[in-house]
Structure formats: structure tokens, C-alpha cells
């Protein structure tokens, strides 16, 4: 029997790039189509609502319910003119991805028609049956009752015929049941913290705003190929495959040219997204064979994180077209890069100040210098709980795997940087910080070049590193919701600026100048925090693991454990003084986490088992028998086994490994047993974070298989078909 891949993989080969229709009209012409965004606000309200709107966007002003109704009338216009039919409400519950519930905007008119109808009141609230959104228990569901409400700082947009209201998810009682909610509360957490500061060096700040650029990473695989592998269409990634003999070491893939196929899918999904207000700048090939990069323009985070959300919604829709499946999974290959979906964070005040660029003069480099220190002191105190924000089930095979940042959180800060901290710790008390004109001249201040944006050096192997003008925050996974990371992060920077503010305010009490009283503050903070949390040196090294440790960082490796510091007494007090979280819901989101954490090993070691069993076994056995029948005829024919060494033995490896598959897949249903029988749900998830060492230990023989059995009836695309795209 000749296995169907290799007509598969064939027929794969020869597709070639569908032409698409590529709109004549320049970018900035069709941005924004299907948004309504500021433009068609002015274009479809009366100027009192657009000036309620903006009131209620800008600062946070209520709107009542008759203008309300008027931005649904003006909303309902714009939407009739692009055939709009449905309206939905687009939320982010804790399940990956977003929900959505259409209605049609038909209502009866009374005469035994129906009419077009949109109002204040299905645009600011609506109730879906909410029982079936993983709560973690604060909604039993005899209260199944949770509601959706309009979140007017992220526009409506446009989704085919559907309308969709970009909306907040919470439970009667008021808890969060998504991301949107807590990650809203820490954007305010960190105005609200930030502010006051800034007003020290410019009393006409009034708000601080959080910043967020994301860099998408994912794979494409043919969609024929990805039919073919059970493990990718139900996990997201393989769970077996013989490494490729070329794969990523010759770096020829990044930045390489972009296949025509491929091209022609991005070029789609951008226009998409340009339409859809996504302003997307940078794509290019990434590290691994059949891996590629995303990234718009950043903007305010929780814009930036719904359209990112939306992009990834969009994305799998487009690739089908063009032949491709979407993987954004993190670790959808063993041996190679696993994906990683870059958040680039910064802060800056609605004076248009960057808080994480050094100013122009010594006043401004002393507010950078401020807000530098207190981030990287909140990095250091917060760190498994930063660490926890980014874990899961799928991110666990790629942190600490080829190319991606280890499962330690330190902190990059480049020579520069580094070299002006340690400098500001011996300076003598009231020394301006001073931009220096040139480099390297000193004058004995401390200097912070010029050229320092394009001065900083990079370093892939740091999972939080500054970059000029930013940090990045690179262990968030590539499937996850950035507001899970954004969130911890915030309420953290949050917390550490208030308590700055706090020993600030006691310093200026005691009569001290404000550049003093600031540096004298920051200089303990600087003096705990240089040799901890900060390091430049390479992260993927053995060493850093150990050094790590004696640093006193957290070195965990077990996700079901880190999970843990969302409840430890110190994370309950921080998150519950930001109000960013109740104790509530950080205990009834770890639940929803150990939960799907044990559904999602349950699935792959259900799936390794099955494949092992149906796909592996038989194909093993298939050419065991005829290596068998070989020997018998060899033995017929001459009367003796001589010169059948390589066949005899074969067959003694290939019954050896089938018999490894065995007792494996029997250990591991056993263990499963066991785990299943844990009431605890987060001893349950302990449990299976060892059943995931299961599958990768029956991962073996079956990868040992591949290379052995005969490839004509290997039943599954290798990774060489799957990770290369003509
Ligand atoms: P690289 O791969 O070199 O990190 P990219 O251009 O791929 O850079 O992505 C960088 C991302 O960071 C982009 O989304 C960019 O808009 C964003 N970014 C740049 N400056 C800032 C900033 N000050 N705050 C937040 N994000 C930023
Ligand atoms: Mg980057």
C-alpha cells in the first residue's frame, strides 16, 4: 500500500499563488473602511452627541441613554450603507479567542412588516446566555446571567453583513469574565499612578496612556498536508515528527524572500486589515522554515489588542483561500523556533511625552530615568507573577525551547542603560542627568547619548527587553490574548509607581528640591535591583538557570506551579489595591486556568494515543510483515537467513519500538486514570503537567519509527513536507 501523503505532499507542491483581487486605491484610502472610527462620527452624528461621544471616549464621561440612541441612529446609517444585516457584541471570555452572538436588525413595524432597527439600548448592553463562558465558578449556572457592555474607546466595526460593538463581559455580581474588563482597569490603574508624577514635571498632564505594538508570529502549512495530521487539526501542533534534516541552521529563511504563495496571503490579509483600521506595517519571513512576522503601527493598548485579537480571527478565514491553514500554536514544531507574539509596551502622557525615552534636557531624562527604574523594580518584585501572566499549556514547549526566551524573567536594558544606572548609584546627592551632545564625552554627569535609540544592542534571548524607546515583553505566547500579559504588567507598574509616589511625597515633605528628592528615592531602588533582575548576558546558556536561582528569581518550570502566584498573599494585596482584580477573580481565573490546562494535555495525550495506535502501529506492523515475508521467501529460496542481517534486524527494532509504544501508551492511560480521579483541580493540573512529560517520552519510539519504516507507507506528512512551502 502506498501511503496518500505522497500524492498529497505533491500535490501541494504544485499550487500556485491565486491572484487576488488587490484594490487600486492606495492604502490611506480604503483605512478605516469598516470602522467607525472619528472620521465617520463627524460624518453621521449631530455635534452634541459627537461631543458627548468624545467626552465619554476621551475622559470617561457617562452618556445617557437619548444620546446614546442618537450614536445607534448614526451607527445604524453608516452600517445600512455597507449592507450591514446583523449586529453583534464582540467580547474576549476566557476561552482563547472572541465571542460573538448575531442578531438580525430586524424588528416588526407594527403593520405587519419588519424594519431595519438599531437603538442606545442593543449598542450599549445585551445579555447572551452567558452559562457555557468558563467562569471558574463565580457563576453556578443556575445564575448563568452575565452581560456584554459597549466599550466606546474601541470603534464598531464591520465583519462581512455583522456589525460588531467591541463589549466588555461581566457577571451580574459585577466580577470580570474576560479580558477586556481587568485590562481596562489597568490601563486606568496606571493613569491614575503615572500622572500624579508627571505632574511634578508638568502640572498640564492630565492622563497617562499605555502603549502596546505587537509583532504576530505564526506558521502556514498547507491546508492538504494539515488534513492529513490529526495532531495538528485537534492540538495545534504535531506531536510527533522525525526533525527535518535541514530545518532553521543555515538562517536562510529569515528575512528571506517571501514565497509567491505566501506573498499573495499576506497582501490579502492586509488589506483586510487596513480596512478594518489595523495598521499594519511590517511582515516578513521569520526564523523557522514556514514561519512569518506580522506587525502594525502601535497605539493605545486596548485598540491595539483588539485588533490583534481581530487579525488572528481573520487570518485562518483569509489562508483558507489562498490553500494555507493558520498554526498559532507556540510550539507547533519540535526541533525548531516556536512562536512568540512580541508586546511592545510603553507609556506616554497626553502631552505626547514618551515616559520610556530619554527627553530632550535634564528635567525630561530625569522623568525617564523615573519611570525606567520603577518599571524594571516592578519586573523584579512581581516576576513569577509576570512569569504566570504568559504561561500556559501551549506556551510551556516553547519557553526554554530553540530561540525562545527561557522560562526566567529578567530584564534587558543594553550597555547604555546599564551603564548610566550603575553610574547614578555613587552620584553624589542633587547631580543633573544630562544628554551628552556626543557620545563617550564626559564631563563627569551622567549621560545618556543622543544616538541612543539606534545605540541599543539587541538581545533575542531576553524575555523583557528595552529597546530605546520601549520595553518589550517577548515570552507572551503567539496564541495568547496580549491582555493577559498587559494586565499583570500594568497593575504591577501600577502598584511599584504608587508606592515611588508615596516615599517621593515624604521626601518632598522633608523639604528636599524634586530632582533630589526623586534620585534619593531611586538610588536604593536601583542598588537592589541591578544585579537581580537585570541581565544582558545570554539567557538560553546553562549557566543563566543557575545563576538565576541564586539571584533569587523564579525558575519554575511547571505551569500548573506558576499559576499559583496569581494567589499568593503579596499578588492578592497588589492587584486588589490597583483595583484591578478582586481576590474573587483571581482565584476563580486560576480555576478556569488549571482547568483548561488539564483539558488541553488531556486532549494531546488522548490524541498521541489514538495516532500511536491507529496510525503508527499499523504502518510499523504493515512493514514488519513484509520484511517477514521477505525472510521466508529468502529462506525458501536459498535454505538459509545468511545475508539478512539489515532485514532481521529491522524487524527486532521495529518489534522492540512497537512494544516501547505499548507500555507507553499504558503508562500514560494509567496516569491519566489517576489524574482524573483528583478532585483538587489544581493538584489535577500538577498531575497532568507529568502526563505531559508522558507524550513527550512516547514521542520517542515513534519518532525513531519514522526514520526506519519504509517511507512510501508512512502514513503522515514528515516535517519536511510540512515545513517547506515552495
Ligand atoms: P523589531 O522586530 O525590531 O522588534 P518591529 O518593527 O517588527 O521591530 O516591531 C516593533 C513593534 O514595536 C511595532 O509594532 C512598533 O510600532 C512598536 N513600537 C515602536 N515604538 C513603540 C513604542 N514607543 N511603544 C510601543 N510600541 C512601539
Ligand atoms: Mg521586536
Redesign the pocket.
Known amino acids: 500500500m502506498f501511503s496518500e501523503r505522497i500524492s498529497l505532499v505533491k500535490e501541494s507542491f504544485e499550487k500556485k499563488a491565486v491572484s487576488i483581487d488587490i484594490p487600486t486605491e492606495k492604502a490611506s484610502e480604503i483605512f478605516g473602511e469598516l470602522v467607525f472610527d472619528r472620521e465617520k462620527m463627524r460624518k453621521y452624528l449631530r455635534s452634541d452627541t459627537l461631543k458627548a461621544l468624545l467626552d465619554c471616549i476621551d475622559n470617561g464621561e457617562p452618556l445617557d441613554r437619548a444620546t446614546a440612541d442618537d450614536v445607534a441612529k448614526g451607527i445604524k446609517e453608516w452600517a445600512l450603507e455597507h449592507h450591514v444585516t446583523h449586529v453583534s457584541h464582540w467580547f474576549q471570555p476566557l476561552t482563547e479567542g472572541t465571542a460573538e452572538k448575531h442578531d438580525s436588525l430586524i424588528e416588526y413595524n407594527g403593520k405587519g412588516g419588519v424594519i431595519e432597527s438599531f437603538d442606545g439600548k442593543s449598542l450599549v448592553q445585551q445579555e447572551p446566555d452567558a452559562s457555557s463562558f468558563p467562569s471558574g465558578g463565580i457563576r453556578a449556572t443556575f445564575e448563568a446571567r452575565g452581560y456584554t457592555a459597549w466599550d466606546p474607546t474601541s470603534p464598531v466595526f464591520i465583519q462581512a453583513d455583522t456589525l460588531c460593538i467591541p463589549t466588555v463581559f461581566v457577571a451580574y455580581t459585577g466580577e470580570a469574565l474576560d479580558y477586556k474588563t481587568p485590562f481596562k482597569r489597568s490601563l486606568q490603574a496606571i493613569s491614575d499612578a503615572a500622572t500624579p508624577i508627571c505632574r511634578l514635571f508638568d502640572p498640564k498632564v492630565n492622563k497617562v496612556i499605555t502603549?502596546?505594538?505587537?509583532?504576530q508570529e505564526y506558521f502556514l502549512v498547507d491546508e492538504a498536508l494539515y488534513a492529513a495530521r490529526p495532531d495538528l487539526m485537534i492540538t495545534g501542533r504535531t506531536l510527533m515528527g522525525h526533525m527535518s534534516s535541514k530545518n532553521q541552521q543555515l538562517d536562510d529563511h529569515f528575512f528571506g524572500a517571501i514565497p509567491s504563495r505566501v506573498a499573495a496571503f499576506m497582501r490579502e490579509l492586509e488589506v483586510e486589515g487596513l480596512r478594518l483600521g489595523i495598521p499594519l506595517?511590517?511582515r516578513h519571513n521569520e526564523v523557522a522554515p514556514n514561519q512569518f512576522?506580522m506587525?502594525?503601527?502601535?497605539s493605545e493598548a486596548n485598540l491595539a489588542n483588539d485588533q490583534n485579537q481581530l487579525i488572528m480571527n481573520i487570518m485562518n478565514q483569509i489562508a483558507r483561500k489562498h490553500g494555507f491553514v493558520v498554526l498559532l500554536h507556540e510550539k507547533p514544531f519540535k526541533g525548531v523556533s516556536g512562536s512568540g507574539k512580541?508586546n511592545?509596551?510603553?507609556l506616554?502622557t497626553d502631552t505626547g511625552v514618551?515616559l520610556?525615552?530619554p527627553g530632550k534636557d535634564a528635567k525630561g531624562n530625569l522623568q525617564f530615568v523615573t519611570f525606567f527604574v520603577n518599571v524594571l523594580a516592578a519586573v523584579q518584585k512581581y516576576n513569577s507573577l509576570l512569569k504566570a501572566s504568559i504561561a500556559s499549556a501551549t506556551n510551556a514547549p516553547r519557553l526554554g525551547g530553540n530561540e525562545a526566551p527561557p522560562s526566567i524573567v529578567s530584564a534587558f536594558l543594553g550597555k547604555t542603560m546599564t551603564d548610566v544606572l550603575r553610574k547614578l548609584i555613587d552620584l553624589p546627592s542633587g547631580t543633573p542627568i544630562q544628554i551628552a551632545g556626543k557620545k563617550g564625552r564626559d564631563i563627569g554627569l551622567v549621560e545618556i547619548p543622543e544616538i541612543f535609540i539606534d545605540n541599543t544592542d539587541?538581545n533575542r534571548t531576553s524575555p523583557f527587553a528595552f529597546?530605546g524607546?520601549?520595553f518589550?515583553f517577548r515570552a507572551v505566547g503567539s496564541s495568547a490574548n496580549c491582555a493577559g500579559a498587559m494586565t499583570t504588567l500594568n497593575a504591577a507598574v501600577a502598584d511599584q509607581l504608587n508606592q515611588f509616589k508615596k516615599d517621593l511625597d515624604a521626601e518632598l515633605n522633608s523639604g528636599k528640591e524634586l530632582s533630589v528628592a526623586i534620585m534619593d528615592v531611586l538610588k536604593p531602588i536601583i542598588a537592589s535591583i541591578i544585579d537581580v533582575v537585570c541581565f544582558d548576558g545570554n539567557g538560553y546558556s546553562e549557566q543563566w538557570h543557575s545563576e538565576a536561582q541564586k539571584r533569587g528569581l523564579d525558575t519554575k518550570t511547571s505551569t500548573p506551579e506558576m499559576f499559583k502566584a496569581f494567589t499568593e498573599p503579596e499578588s492578592i494585596k497588589m492587584f486588589t489595591r490597583t483595583g484591578v482584580f478582586s481576590e474573587t477573580e483571581l482565584f476563580a481565573r486560576n480555576e478556569v486556568k488549571w482547568e483548561v490546562y488539564c483539558k488541553k494535555i488531556q486532549i494531546e495525550s488522548r490524541v498521541i494515543a489514538r495516532m500511536a495506535l491507529n496510525h503508527i502501529v499499523p504502518a510499523a506492523i504493515e512493514y514488519k510483515t513484509a520484511l517477514l515475508k521477505e525472510l521466508s521467501l529468502h529462506k525458501e529460496v536459498f535454505g538459509s537467513m545468511d545475508g539478512c542481517t539489515t532485514e532481521m534486524e529491522l524487524v527486532s527494532h521495529i518489534a522492540a519500538l512497537v512494544e516501547e509504544i505499548r507500555v507507553k501508551v499504558n503508562k500514560m492511560m494509567e496516569d491519566r486514570k489517576q489524574a482524573n480521579a483528583i478532585p483538587d483541580v489544581y493538584q489535577r493540573a500538577v498531575a497532568y503537567n507529568d502526563i505531559a512529560e508522558d507524550i513527550n517520552e512516547l514521542r520517542k519510539p515513534i519518532d525513531y519509527l519514522e526514520e526506519v519504516v519504509d517511507n512510501r507507507i508512512w502514513p503522515l506528512p514528515k516535517y519536511r513536507e510540512l515545513l517547506f512551502i515552495s
Do not use: D, F, Q, V
Open positions: 502603549y502596546l505594538g505587537w509583532e506595517k511590517t512576522e506587525a502594525p503601527i502601535y512580541h511592545n509596551w510603553s506616554g514618551s520610556m525615552a539587541r529597546t524607546n520601549r518589550e
